[in-house]
């Protein structure tokens, strides 16, 4: 508030929602993650990932506009906003996937756009004070496993392409948290696998283990990486 542009950079607007933004914004607007979907999400898919992604549906306005935005008010899910909105005016990419060791290839570049002021005001942002104040750092780690699967598909060869299957599932495990668990949970898929006690606790406890859990199991099932976690149970073997 209090500059010129307040709210200008909330219209016209394609804004890709992350795995942690849906859990926190459906939690907020007490929502099943079906729900939220339905309501306030368009599916769309990814380019040269050729994975499904969902983005913030929007009004159908004359500017396009946030359904969360309000002229006087800004965002009345503030707390609770998409990471792209906590990002902006900074981009982010990945130039490629980077291996098992655990370091990122990442990049940042600024969005300048005509609308937006706030380039004019005195206060300078290095990268990080900017991550730190928009409270990006929890997100991108919760993320990271969803990225990771995004780089390293797009890594691949295009001819190396998932069956619609596997793209179901991976929309599953990422968007729709409560579908996950009605599939970890009430299907035989805990009987096929043999995982401690304490994970299965975990998981059934927490959204964000459950969703990293997933990451890590589409990750197994897409890239043979990480397999040795999902042990398959000595009776299911043939």
């Not at 792209?84 to 570049?109: M, W």
């Not at 599953?172 to 898929?189: A, E, G, L, P, Q």
């Amino acid at each position: 508030k209090g500059v010129k542009c307040f709210t200008d950079c909330c219209r016209g607007i394609d804004i890709m929602l992350t795995p942690y933004d849906i859990l926190t914004m459906r939690k907020k607007l007490d929502l099943t993650s079906e729900e939220f979907l339905a309501v306030f999400t368009d599916p769309q898919i990814l380019e040269k990932a050729d994975l499904p992604v969902v983005t913030l549906k929007l009004l159908d306005d004359e500017r396009k506009s946030c359904p969360f935005v309000e002229d006087k008010d800004g965002c009345v899910i503030y707390e609770d906003r998409p990471t792209t909105c906590r990002y902006y005016p900074l981009g982010v990419g990945s130039l490629s996937y980077s291996g098992e060791k655990g370091e990122k290839d990442e990049f940042f570049f600024t969005v300048k756009e005509d609308h937006c002021m706030g380039f004019d005001e005195n206060k300078e942002w290095t990268v990080a004070d900017w991550r730190a104040d928009q409270g990006v750092d929890l997100r991108d780690k919760v993320n990271d496993g969803w990225m990771e699967l995004i780089v390293r598909k797009k890594s691949l060869p295009l001819s190396m392409k998932l069956t619609e299957e596997s793209k179901k599932m991976f929309f599953m495990v990422c968007y729709n948290i409560d579908k996950f668990r009605n599939f970890v949970f009430n299907s035989t898929f805990l009987e096929r696998y043999d995982f401690p006690k304490e994970k299965i606790e975990e998981i059934k406890k927490d959204d964000i283990s459950l969703l990293q859990f997933g990451f890590e199991w589409l990750k197994a099932g897409f890239f043979q990486t990480g397999r040795e976690n999902f042990k398959v149970k000595e009776k299911n073997k043939q």
